[in-house]
């Protein structure tokens, strides 16, 4: 299928200073993408390019089959964004947010505005003025802003920070009942790797303005499974003799605990040869790689 965004090659210099170098991906039609570097990584100013806020010093951004840089208005037209934070009137109701950017995109009705107030579930407090919404309304609100010209593509900048668990929680909920029911595409950058995980399907990595990998969550994080978390005394005696078992892998010691790599099949086997070496063991369990201890691996020597 045709890509709803392609990026290849994407740069961005000032003053001499390469913010973005060289970063390409692809998002895929009904898919979740997630932008996953640390603050300062880049994130915003590849999106800031993304919806046409500045222009990038090299490369090419494709949307809904339009060149951002030849074909701008027809391209706008198939993405919706917030960039780093809604910006909305507190003095105006929801609705009266809703009907005043309306007015800037053109070609709006006011069924295609109750449509959207529903599917952010904002209906039952949508005439209030927007100043006593909680941050988490307000998020759902600029949503729906974005959703009003029916984009095939909804690009969101750090959409949890400020928000508590519970409404971290929503927001994912959210965005992937969004995604199942009207099939649209979501890229959202972030720098919580835990939400990523849960969230996306694919994720991009960058770091310093470069991109590290693009690939499945599950392909990334999925050869992790067999990874196993041991608690012993005394440590260093089970470490040693789990190094010298052909069945374990990439041992290495963790604060207080060991993490290996061992087929389930051999676990047992471990635990009995670390018995009768007098070795007690406190806990064995399965210790999958999560998204941050892979950003960190992968970014190791660029941090260095």
């Not at 932008?35 to 500045?54: E, H, Q, S």
């Not at 009907?99 to 109750?114: A, H, K, N, P, V």
């Not at 770091?207 to 690939?215: L, Q």
């Not at 089970?238 to 061992?262: F, N, P, Q, W």
């Amino acid at each position: 299928m045709e890509p709803v965004l392609k990026v290849e090659h994407l740069t961005k210099t000032v003053k001499g200073k390469r913010l973005v170098d060289d970063v390409s991906f692809s998002v895929q039609p009904g898919e979740i993408f997630g932008f996953l570097g640390p603050n300062g990584a880049g994130k915003t100013t590849t999106i800031r390019m993304l919806v046409g806020l500045i222009k990038p010093s090299g490369g090419t951004i494709i949307l809904g089959g339009h060149n951002v840089q030849t074909s701008f208005k027809k391209a706008m037209r198939q993405v919706g964004s917030i960039v780093e934070n809604p910006e909305l009137y507190g003095y105006l109701t929801g609705w009266e947010n809703l009907r005043q950017f309306s007015r800037m995109l053109g070609g709006i009705t006011e069924e295609r505005i109750e449509e959207t107030v529903k599917q952010v579930k904002l209906d039952k407090r949508i005439h209030e003025k927007v100043k006593t919404y909680s941050l988490g309304m307000k998020q759902r609100l600029g949503i729906a802003q974005a959703l009003l010209g029916d984009p095939k593509l909804l690009i969101l900048d750090e959409p949890t920070n400020g928000l508590d668990p519970s409404g971290i929680r929503e927001l994912r909920t959210f965005v992937r009942n969004l995604v199942e029911e009207k099939q649209i595409s979501v890229f959202i950058s972030s720098h919580l790797l835990s939400e990523i995980q849960l969230m996306c399907d694919r994720v991009a990595i960058i770091n310093k303005g470069h991109m590290v990998t693009v690939a499945e969550v599950s392909e990334l994080i999925g050869p992790s499974s067999d990874r196993i978390e041991w608690r012993a005394t005394p440590l260093n005696e089970a470490y040693a003799l789990l190094e010298r078992m052909e069945e374990v892998h990439g041992a290495s010691i963790k604060k207080d605990r060991i993490l290996c790599t061992i087929a389930p099949s051999n676990v047992s086997r471990c635990i009995r040869m670390l018995i009768e070496n007098g070795i007690e063991i406190h806990s064995v369990h399965e210790k999958p790689l999560t998204l941050e201890e892979l950003f960190m691996d992968l970014t190791k020597e660029e941090q260095a």
